[in-house]
């Protein structure tokens, strides 16, 4: 079990629920207290086997999966989450289904089914649970693991769109808005021109966006400037334990 320290910082009572909840429904569990939120890593590194469970926000989580990818250690270790923090900062949580009560979310821990989700990973070393969209002006929802945001603004921006080599959008007319999101094995590319014009769409196992400078928004963090960044689908490589159906 490792424990974020933001979380014990922003909501210790549901930290201490949660450890006291998976303690006694596990033997033999080992809890982890990080200090730092940037000894996610290290801790990953000190697991030799077995199932992690991972206390804190989205980016605690998305460290903890980064974290694993980076060692190819996805596949040994299946994770389990409880969410803690404020609602704006568990809403991967929300969309992926989990609790946001911590005694619900660890029973789920305990006694839910693992289930293989896809990622998407980029060649920058990153990678994306969900929805990722350009540009990264973020309005959040949690209706679907699909897509969790919406731009409010959009301004335009120049944008080479590939999906599979196919293009999608070209340098020759303005993009308002791309979303790409893991989607039964493939990734779920639309492309939005105008307001009236209808939307691009495409299922591809590789998305590459290139041209004008661009920040995009993936799992509730802003990244970039980037000039080209392409993303990979990663079928079932994460294993969560989710609720049951």
């Keep these: ?49 077995g199932r992690v469970v991972v206390v804190g926000d989205d980016r605690a989580l998305l460290r903890a ?14 994770l389990g989450f409880v969410p803690v923090g404020p609602p704006g900062s568990v809403t991967v949580a929300s969309a992926l289904g989990l609790p946001s009560d911590a005694v619900q979310a660890s029973r789920t821990v305990l006694n839910g089914p693992t289930r293989p989700l896809d990622l998407l990973v980029d060649d920058a070393g990153g990678v994306v649970l969900g929805a990722l969209g350009i540009p990264a002006v973020p309005r959040p929802r949690t209706a679907s693991r699909r897509s969790w945001w919406r731009p409010s603004v959009a301004p335009e921006q120049w944008l080479r769109v590939e999906a599979d080599g196919r293009v999608l959008a070209d340098l020759d007319r303005p993009v308002r808005e791309v979303s790409v999101s893991p989607a039964d094995g493939r990734a779920a590319v639309v492309v939005r021109h105008g307001e009236l014009d209808p939307a691009v769409t495409a299922r591809a196992e590789s998305v590459t966006v290139s041209g004008q400078s661009f920040r995009y928004r993936a799992d509730t963090v ?24």
Excluded at 65 to 73: D, I, T
Excluded at 227 to 234: A, D, F, I, M, N
């Design 222 to 245: 802003t990244y970039g400037p980037a000039h080209c960044r392409t993303w990979q689908v990663r079928p079932g490589a994460l294993r969560l334990t989710l609720p049951s159906v």
């Design 1 to 49: 079990m490792v424990i974020d320290p933001i979380a014990r910082q922003t909501d210790g009572e549901s930290v201490r629920i949660a450890r006291d909840v998976l303690s006694a429904g596990a033997d033999g569990a080992r809890v982890r207290l990080l200090d730092r939120p940037q000894e996610m890593s290290r801790a990953m590194a000190g697991i030799q086997s």
């Design 65 to 78: 999966v980064r974290a694993l990818h980076h060692r190819g250690e996805l596949a040994t270790h299946p």
